[in-house]
């Protein structure tokens, strides 16, 4: 089911705001906690100082097409906070950092 591979609850995120441990560039900060279920969940966080509506929207397109090519590790929860910065960027150095951020946790299965 497409539903259940993202974070969706207001207590979801908070949990893995508290808890997660977190990974920083240029780009994107990613937290990550671990959790109990056979499948990674992910959600993304982008202010209004990223842009209008259309930017933070086609920015959140951006990084779902990133993580869908990826595959990654079962049981985690994964938050991308999006910098200011991302708007302006092409698709490939998104594409770079957010890989490099899930690479530097440990979430990337190969």
Do not use: C
Not at 12 to 27: D, F, H, M, P
Request: proline letters at 2%; hydrophobic letters at 40%.
């Amino acid at each position: 089911m497409r539903g259940e591979q993202y974070l969706t609850k207001a207590a979801q995120y908070k949990l893995v705001y508290e808890r997660g441990n977190t990974r920083t560039s240029a780009l994107l900060i990613m937290k990550a906690l671990s959790n109990t279920l056979d499948l990674s969940r992910y959600g993304f966080s982008v202010s209004r100082r990223v842009g209008k509506a259309v930017v933070r929207n086609r920015i959140k397109r951006r990084m779902r097409e990133i993580l869908r090519e990826m595959t990654l590790k079962p049981g985690w929860d994964i938050i991308f906070i999006i910098r200011p910065k991302a708007a302006g960027v092409s698709f490939s150095d998104l594409q770079h950092s957010a890989s490099s951020l899930i690479s530097r946790a440990g979430i990337l299965d190969k």
